[in-house]
């Protein structure tokens, strides 16, 4: 495949309190800022807010759980309206700050993946963002019920992939609590991104290719190693003739 024009967006999820804001926000694309339920605050996204808009950033609102405790990572029983009422309630705030430059909507940890897989949450989700923020992209799990949820809503669609989270069978994430759900050697991360933006394919776990579209690239931006991660990637993207700009909808 010829990747000379080939785009992607590089997003990372900030404001979370890890410290590595600053440096992270000249590799990355796309900011995901946390809205002060499973991490930050009012303070920390103004202060996010700033640092993207200095770098040319594009930003988006990164609602999860109320549950800084468990870093809204711990799954919970909701209804369709519940969920939409804590991801209305969040994207509200962040939107006071950044107005029009607001730009897209991602969900976090335990929230994103239940909405990612359940019908009922995702119709929620979508319904109420394609009737409140119509013109937001929303940053959604390749080939997951939300982002199909979302298009016949008309809501504008960026397919997100993960550089350092293992998949499944038909291009499912393999659950957190599973012992290689995480890929830890940035090598194979690297490797896994370039075959995914590329060849529009992942490797399961068992071995298996399953088609995959990617827009965006997840660089989580709370690990010990996320800077030098970041620009080791976004340099062999560059190096393989792929633009890296914010994420366009589809």
């Known amino acids: 495949m010829d990747t000379a024009m080939k785009r992607i967006d590089l997003n990372c999820d900030l404001g979370e309190g890890a410290g590595h804001d600053a440096e992270l926000m000249p590799l990355i694309t796309s900011a995901n800022i946390a809205c002060g339920a499973h991490a930050g605050d009012r303070s920390t996204m103004i202060e996010t807010v700033k640092l993207a808009l200095a770098h040319g950033v594009a930003i988006g609102a990164h609602p999860g759980y109320f549950d800084l405790e468990n870093f809204g990572r711990r799954e919970r029983s909701i209804t369709p309206e519940e969920a939409a009422r804590i991801v209305v309630m969040q994207v509200e705030q962040l939107s006071e700050i950044a107005g029009a430059k607001l730009r897209h909507v991602k969900l976090h940890g335990a929230l994103y993946n239940q909405v990612s897989a359940d019908a009922a949450l995702a119709e929620g989700v979508a319904t109420e963002l394609a009737r409140l923020w119509p013109n937001l992209i929303l940053y959604a799990l390749s080939g997951s019920v939300l982002t199909r949820s979302a298009r016949v809503r008309g809501l504008r669609v960026a397919e997100e992939v993960f550089a350092d989270r ?11 609590s599973q012992p290689n759900a995480l890929i830890t050697d940035e090598s194979v991360a690297v490797a896994q991104v370039m075959r995914m933006v590329q060849q529009g394919v992942v490797r399961a776990t068992e071995g298996s290719d399953w088609p995959i579209r990617a827009d965006t690239v997840c660089v989580h931006g709370d690990g010990v190693h996320a800077v ?16 890296l700009r914010a994420a366009a909808s589809h």
């Open 166 to 176: 293992t998949y499944q069978r038909e291009g499912q994430l393999t659950q957190r």
């Open 228 to 243: 030098a991660f970041a620009r080791r990637l976004r340099d062999e993207l560059t190096a393989a003739g792929v633009v």
